[in-house]
């Protein structure tokens, strides 16, 4: 028999963090509920199945006692321990399936991993794993120096390398199991899968874990990492940063105010408080302190004694953090791998600055509220000044001193006068000077001070005397008289004439008269007067003879001054041909006729003629080529023979295919010239659908009416079955050339069912599974019932089986029901006839006694099971309360039970 221990922490079963408390809690509700029992079993009940979801410590943790991340490095390696793995090491290429190494990056086949995970690594190594076809272990390591009975949190880093892309985007996903077992490797303590981990376009690192908790004398646990996925293009890996810490509940720490910071001035100071860790129960029965105290967060020192849930804080002056290692056993808090941290509690405090400098009119107020002085008080307003003056305030009279004189007013002009102006602060000028007046040219105004006016002088100069041809007129701008005209130009004349100016006219008089032109001059003459030798000039010459055709003859004429030519030139010859012409011949003054007929066109077609046009003077040719024959084939093509001067019809119809299908047909297209295929393959198609159960492979039967087929798998199968070992969809064609048969079997995984925990209220069982598949379940392993909640049940150690309707697999776990019954009736209808207690063999010691309400001792039993039948010296007892008291090593419960007849 293991060694049992009891305790009186106060739970019900439950799950908590996302593993499996190993627990079995009896909840006493009589006069006594203050007491509570938690029988905590040997682990070797709960060998088989016991399981756990992934999840963190949900409290606080300590710090870290375990960490492998696989070092640095820019090679690959080293190789794992021996013993770590049963895969194999590859340090030189990409490993295949059922293969590892150890690197800061990957090798080829599309993985992708940009670094490994360990914060501030340069060049950080993770273990990179290309998963085997087979499911199973892949890493495998001790964690040494635990503490028993003490809860501690794993985890770890994956990713999956292979992008969402890989493998033609049908990668298969990652899936890996965690379990922790004892340093027997025979219990398995906590366990859970990651379900399937797909691909992503950018691989990213996901953290999980699992919680568990060592037994009494359990200092190592063993650490598997198994691959739960199947092998192929997919499934591939890294790991980084396994870690392991303790765990332990969520303890705040709060003041007498629940809070957890408070910041104060240094002005408020000494700080006095007490501060108190308050756990949430959810991992600790028991709670051992050591306070510790740190200015900067980082470095803590215990303070000596301080080892209660409450701490008295009194003269703090500086800033200061608290904070409490908490442990379940005493004698772990010296342990850091056992221990863990409350959450801190923080005293900010500000140092109060010194009083500020203060002008005469401020006063300075220190608020501890703000640590920092107020400033009030307004300086005197200034005082209204005129435009010379100026203010300067006096810091030792505290009031404004006033300085300054008005300008003095300035020397005016007569016309002027000035007016102070307060904004500019200088005397205004105004007033203009008269404006002098218009004058004439000779003219001059000078401006006279006495009297503010303009005096004006001057007189205008005399005008000139003129000639005839002159006038005059004033020019107000050179103040001068100008003279304007000129003496008449004399005229032009002619050589015979002679000009005399006349002063009295003002005007030139002509005299003379031109000599007598000549006469009786030849017909061809002209005269001319000379204006240079002032006489007439006679000129010209008798007209040239023309130059006359052979047959013409010349002689002049003094009435018209010209040569007359007489004569005509001989008849052009009539009666020609188109192609004769005729040109004159001056030498023998007669027509020379010349031409010669075109010649006949040659080299007619077959039904070509020719005739001369003596209108077009050129030949004409005949004929038409015969018709191109119509209502040809596609085939046929029409080719003209200049010999028999005929069109020659020539080619073959295509021939119509043959090898048709047994559904096609072949008709000839006249438009395209081609035969063309028509018909349509006969095909059938269907679903069947099946189950598969885990771990096993099963046969698919294409069945066909067709004979002597033929099969196509998408597998790539050519046979009439296959066999297949995991779930998907397979699609089968089966044909005979002409008949078409396509068989679609949709095969559905069945998972074996994972119990998650097996609870008892009260007197029901209940299954708990982490698959959701309807199950059928039996506590004999023979009756089987689709309900998961078993009631009425007696105490007693039970075998839970589960199994699916379809697949034969049993999943088997113990559980040790154990509940003190609240009645009996012992009327042999074989429900609650006894009160029974059928777990005391579990136990080094065990009493159970029963009383009626008078205290009268009616049964007992000492390390045995109890299954009392309410009879006391084999004599039916009546119906009332009856009082027990149960004594399990040490452990007293007390209650009371109707019994019923």
């Known amino acids: 028999m293991c060694h049992t221990k009891l305790s009186l922490s106060v739970r019900s079963s439950k799950t908590v963090f996302g593993y499996t408390y190993l627990y079995i809690y009896l909840n006493v509700q009589n006069s006594l509920l203050d007491h509570k029992v938690l029988i905590f079993l040997c682990i070797s009940f709960f060998t088989k199945g016991l399981h756990a979801q992934l999840g963190f410590c949900q409290g606080n943790s300590g710090d870290p006692i375990f960490t492998e991340d696989f070092g640095t490095g820019t090679n690959y390696g080293p190789q794992l321990p021996v013993g770590t793995t049963t895969y194999n090491f590859v340090g030189t290429n990409g490993p295949q399936d059922g293969s590892y190494t150890v690197g800061s990056s990957t090798f080829s086949f599309g993985w992708n991993m940009p670094s490994d995970h360990t914060p501030g690594d340069t060049n950080g190594k993770a273990l990179i794993v290309n998963a085997s076809f087979t499911t199973g272990e892949f890493y495998k390591t001790n964690i040494n120096g635990l503490c028993e009975n003490t809860t501690y949190e794993f985890s770890s880093w994956l990713m999956n390398i292979l992008p969402s892309s890989g493998c033609g985007g049908n990668g298969i996903p990652v899936n890996v199991r965690f379990e922790i ?9 906590a366990s859970g899968n990651t379900g399937s981990i797909f691909g992503t376009v950018a691989p990213a690192w996901q953290q999980y874990g699992l919680v568990f908790q ?5 200092t190592s646990v063993i650490l598997k990492i198994i691959n739960n996925g199947v092998g192929g293009c997919g499934n591939d890996l890294a790991i980084d940063d396994i870690v392991f810490k303790s765990c332990g509940d969520a303890i705040t720490v709060e003041d007498s105010t629940t809070n957890n910071t408070v910041s104060l001035c240094s002005s408020q100071t000494p700080f006095i408080e007490t501060i108190t860790a308050i756990p949430d129960n959810a991992v600790f029965s028991s709670h051992f302190y050591q306070w510790q105290v740190s200015n900067d967060g980082i470095n803590w020192v215990d303070l000596v004694g301080e080892s209660n849930a409450a701490l008295t804080l009194t003269g703090v002056t500086t800033t200061s953090l608290y904070r409490a290692k908490v442990a379940e056993i005493a004698v772990n808090l010296n342990n850091e791998d056992c221990i863990t941290f409350s959450d801190i509690y923080q005293i900010n405090i500000a140092q109060a600055p010194a009083q500020p400098v203060i002008a005469c009119w401020e006063i300075a107020t220190f608020s501890d509220a703000t640590c920092s002085w107020t400033v009030t008080g307004t300086q005197p307003i200034q005082p209204v000044l005129e435009c010379w003056e100026t203010a300067t305030f006096n810091n030792t009279t505290c009031v404004w001193d006033i300085a300054g004189t008005q300008p003095v007013q300035p020397v005016l002009e007569c016309w002027e006068t000035t007016q102070f102006n307060t904004t500019t602060c200088t005397w205004d000028i105004t007033g203009t000077q008269p404006l002098q007046p218009t004058i004439e040219c000779w003219e001059t105004a000078t401006f006279n001070n006495i009297t503010c006016v303009w005096d004006i002088t001057g007189a205008q100069p005399v005008q000139p005397v003129l000639e005839c041809w002159e006038t005059t007129q004033f020019n107000t701008t050179t103040c001068s008289w100008d ?3 000129a003496q008449p130009l004399q005229p032009t004349i002619e050589c015979w004439e002679t000009a005399t100016f006349n002063t009295i006219t003002c005007a ?4 003379g008269t031109q000599p007598i032109a000549p006469t009786n001059l030849e017909c061809w003459e002209i005269t001319t007067f000379n204006n240079t030798t002032c006489v007439w000039e006679i000129s010209g010459t008798q007209p040239v003879q023309p130059a006359i055709a052979c047959w013409e003859t010349t002689a002049f004429n003094n009435t018209t001054c010209t040569w007359d030519i007489i004569g005509v030139q001989p008849m052009q010859p009539t009666g020609l041909e188109c192609w004769q012409i005729p040109i004159f011949n001056n030498v023998t003054c007669a027509w020379d006729v010349s031409g010669t007929q075109p010649l006949a066109p040659t080299n007619l077609e077959c039904w070509q003629t020719t005739t001369f046009n003596t209108t077009t003077c050129n030949w004409d040719i005949l004929g038409t080529q015969p018709t191109v024959p119509s209502n040809l084939e596609c085939w046929e093509t029409a080719t003209f023979n200049d010999l028999s001067c005929a069109w020659e019809v020539s080619g073959t119809q295509p021939l119509e295919p043959t090898n048709l299908l047994c559904w096609q047909v072949a008709v000839f297209d006249n438009a395209n010239c081609t035969w063309e295929i028509t018909g349509t393959q006969p095909l059938d198609s269907r679903e069947e659908f099946l189950s598969l159960c885990e771990n096993e492979t099963l046969l ?8 002597s087929p033929t099969y196509n798998w998408n597998t790539g ?9 995991a779930a998907g969809s397979y699609e089968v064609q089966i044909t005979d050339g002409c008949f078409t048969e396509i068989i679609t079997f949709v095969v559905a995984a069945i998972e074996n069912p994972i119990i998650e925990s097996v609870v008892s209220d009260g007197s029901t069982i209940i299954v708990n599974l982490l698959n959701s598949v309807d199950y059928l379940y039996s506590l004999n392993g023979e009756d089987f019932q ?12 039970y075998t839970v ?16 029901h154990f509940f003190i019954p609240k009645f009996i009736t012992p009327n042999a209808d074989g429900v609650n006839d006894f009160f029974s207690l059928n777990i005391l063999e579990f136990f080094l010691t065990s009493e159970v006694y029963i009383f009626d309400r008078y205290g009268k001792l009616l049964f007992s039993a000492i390390n045995r099971n109890v299954n009392w039948d309410g009879t006391f010296n084999n004599n039916r007892l009546p119906t009332s309360d009856y009082w027990y008291v149960i004594k399990i090593e040490g452990q007293e419960f007390k209650g009371h039970f109707t019994l019923k007849n």
Request: aromatic content about 6%; glycine content about 4%; charged content about 10%.
């Open 181 to 189: 077992w004892d340093i027997t490797d025979t219990n398995l303590l």
């Open 214 to 218: 060592t037994l009494p004398a359990q």
């Open 483 to 485: 003279i304007i005209g």
């Open 508 to 511: 030139w008089d002509i005299t």
């Open 700 to 707: 698919l039967q294409a069945t066909s009416s067709i004979i």
């Open 717 to 725: 199968a050519m046979t009439s079955s296959v066999t297949i070992d």
């Open 786 to 797: 689709t309900s998961n909640i078993f009631s009425n049940i007696i105490s007693g150690l």
């Open 801 to 816: 089986y589960v199994k699916s309707s379809v697949c034969d697999t049993i999943i088997t776990q113990q559980h040790l």
